[in-house]
Nanobody, 115 residues
């Protein structure tokens, strides 16, 4: 089993920064993907950024150049540094760990960007 616990959400003004952290525990393997998704009210959950085996990173076009994902394989953590935040970044952010058999989710942490 795998457990994921997120932290670091909150409220910030446009242009501000937040850093999200996800601590994984259980059977975490460096060969599997960890990352972040988000879901805004009334919208589908979408990929924000992920790190695959070999440290290959993928970002949503909407966050490229503003968000940076980093993974610590020894500590089983994945962080998301979010800079130059925009109101459209407001959502619940979920940590994700995916194996070939199943996908695991954290409980989510809310990010609100407003003036």
């Amino acid at each position: 089993q795998v457990q994921l616990v997120e932290s670091g959400g909150g409220s910030v003004q446009p242009g501000g920064s937040l850093r999200l952290s996800c601590q994984g525990s259980g059977r975490i393997s460096s060969t599997n993907t960890m990352g972040w998704y988000r879901q805004a009210p009334g919208k589908q959950r979408e990929l924000v950024a992920r790190v695959a085996s070999g440290s290959a990173k993928k970002y949503a076009d909407s966050v490229k150049g503003r968000f940076t994902i980093s993974r610590n394989y020894a500590r089983n953590t994945v962080d998301l540094q979010m800079d130059n935040l925009k109101p459209e970044d407001s959502a619940v952010y979920y940590c994700n760990y995916a194996t070939q058999q199943r996908t695991y989710w954290g409980q989510g942490t809310e990010v609100t960007v407003s003036a």
